[in-house]
């Protein structure tokens, strides 16, 4: 998120500023965690260079010191865990074989409940509770204003209860809260608004044929959908998958990313008292290899969405071909360009840039994570960059004013410090950063390199953290080019002040999105989704509702 108004408070990180143009040695300490050396970038030599490496310490390279603020006993958050069982038919129950497992505290790593782990013979359960939901039960047959009128009362409910949904959003992920609280639940409560009003719009057409017929289409649900939603934006893929699929008739069984159950049972429970009939909408907690793959491939299950990793929508989106060939829809990841042009105003250029990487912790399939800058501004660029990353604000996430919380887990954790190893060892400049922060918790420090290059790790792969990656560019011709030369395709923001050369790039770029002078702003009306492997269909829009609709044609003599 942006910066706050007002003076930033200096004791909830405690930056080191100094900065040193003459040659030093500076070591880098391995960081142990659960055994593993996560940063093994021992010594520095006198010229800057890493020791058995290419890598290069930035001029005046700046670092954060430990954050005492993070050894601090963590907020504890104002709500109770009230529901950690699978909701199969209306009602909350255990797992058939009685597993559960731990979903953790991101601050600390500690356990904060229990939850029903899901497996196949659960899915089986959900499925057969939502296919007698549809086939035999009142919600696709109702009327559409009835349903509508549900979906509203839903989303009342929603907002009533933000505070409750914020705080085990910012729990059981780590975001901060006043993101959680003032930004995601009002998005999630104006989604499932603006699909309610879709309820009752949704028809076939009269259509002219040939001969003495009269032909009409009709639309109809696709019946139970099957939804598997990620950890990053819990509550808001929530709401992208189920608010459609609702409005459209469907039954749904949902799967909760493992890291963080809870916030979806808390919702849809909410959907129950707002009158939602038994079995129309069921939610499996569990892993994907287990409760995941039985659902993609699961023969009654008539759709699937799905939101994560390239890798993983490959399996799903095989698991669904092999068994009853059930449409796909795919979210998945994404490297997007972010192009900063000659003519920028490099202050706001900087901020935003930084908003395009930094926002959620980085961990944005969207994310503006190669920032490409014209030659003629990059060095300012690269300064600035540095200095807002030093600025920013990492901390508990339930206390005011932090912009940064920790990472999901130890492995995200874990695979962000491999990724800045690698960018050092490849010959990328570091210039901030590049390490854990703390001694507890999943916290890693903003991280800046300048100098990258297109063939580099950094450069290439989804790292899903708080690492910007800022790369020199010399025209547009150039800058499309290295832009497209991915397998990704999901967005791109592009800052300049000359509106042919925003509509060149917004035409040239092969991604589902591209902001101009703007990132990650979301609506309910505009579709999201990629080219190339970020994904197939989208969400969002009027566009989101043919995914969980059939078209029947019909013609009479």
Not at 81 to 101: C, M, N, W, Y
Not at 361 to 380: F, I, K, L, P, W
Not at 403 to 414: K, L, V
Request: hydrophobic share 40%; with cysteine.
């Amino acid at each position: 998120m942006g910066e706050k108004g007002g003076k930033r408070e200096s004791s909830l990180i405690a930056l080191s500023l100094s900065s040193t143009t003459t040659t030093t040695t500076i070591p880098m300490i391995p960081m142990p965690y659960k055994g593993v050396d996560l940063f093994v970038l021992d010594v520095w030599n006198e010229n800057g260079n890493l020791s058995g490496g290419k890598g290069y310490l930035g001029t005046g390279f700046s670092r954060y010191s430990t954050a005492t603020a993070l050894e601090e006993e963590p907020i504890k958050p104002a709500v109770q865990v009230e529901h950690t069982q699978l909701l199969i038919g209306g009602k909350f129950v255990d797992a058939l074989s009685g597993k559960t497992f731990p979903t953790l505290d991101p601050r600390t790593g500690e356990v904060i409940a229990h939850v029903a782990e899901g497996h196949s013979e659960d899915v089986d359960r959900a499925v057969a509770a939502a296919r007698k939901a549809f086939d035999q039960g009142p919600w696709p047959k109702m009327t559409a204003y009835e349903r509508q009128r549900i979906l509203l009362r839903a989303a009342d409910l929603l907002e009533k209860h933000n505070d409750e949904l914020a705080a085990l959003e910012t729990w059981d992920n780590g975001k901060p809260y006043e993101q959680s609280a003032q930004i995601e639940i009002p998005m999630l409560v104006r989604l499932f608004r603006y699909y309610a009003g879709w309820a009752d719009k949704i028809h076939g057409m009269t259509v002219p044929a040939d001969g003495q017929y009269h032909v009409q289409t009709l639309h109809e649900p696709i019946g139970v959908a099957g939804q598997i939603i990620p950890w990053n934006f819990p509550l808001l893929m929530f709401a992208w998958k189920v608010g459609p699929a609702l409005a459209c008739g469907n039954t749904i069984v949902l799967k909760t990313a493992e890291q963080t159950p809870l916030s979806a049972l808390y919702a849809a429970k909410l959907f129950h008292e707002a009158g939602l009939p038994e079995g129309v909408l069921n939610v499996v907690s569990g892993f994907g290899p287990t409760a995941g793959a039985a659902l993609a491939s699961h023969m009654d299950v008539d759709k699937l969405a799905f939101t994560g990793s390239t890798d993983t929508g490959k399996v799903v989106l095989e698991l669904a071909a092999r068994s009853n060939l059930k449409p796909v829809t795919l979210e998945l990841g994404g490297k997007s360009p972010f192009i900063v042009c000659e003519d920028a105003d490099v202050d706001q250029a900087v901020e935003l840039a930084h908003f395009a990487l930094f926002f959620n912790q980085g961990q944005c399939c969207c994310a503006g994570s190669r920032t490409y800058v014209h030659e003629h501004v990059y060095d300012e660029f690269v300064e600035k960059a540095k200095a807002r990353a030093l600025k920013r604000i990492v901390g508990d996430p339930f206390k005011s004013g932090i912009e940064q919380g920790p990472q999901i887990d130890s492995e995200q954790f874990e695979k962000i410090l491999k990724y800045i190893r690698s960018g050092v060892q490849s010959g990328a400049t570091l210039e901030t950063g590049g390490d854990r922060l703390g001694s507890k918790g999943f916290y890693v420090q903003p991280t800046v390199f300048s100098n990258v290059e297109d063939g580099m790790l950094i450069a290439k792969e989804e790292i899903f953290g708080p690492v910007q990656s800022i790369l020199k560019f010399k025209d547009l011709d150039e800058v499309i080019e290295r832009a497209n030369n991915t397998r990704y395709g999901l967005a791109a923001g592009v800052f300049t002040k000359n509106i042919d050369t925003a509509n060149t790039l917004t035409r040239a770029l092969r991604v589902g999105t591209v902001w101009v002078n703007c990132f990650d702003t979301f609506d309910a009306a505009i579709p999201f989704g990629g080219y190339k492997m970020s994904g197939q269909g989208r969400e969002k829009g009027e566009y989101s509702l043919k995914n969980y609709l059939q078209v029947k044609a019909v013609r009479y003599v």
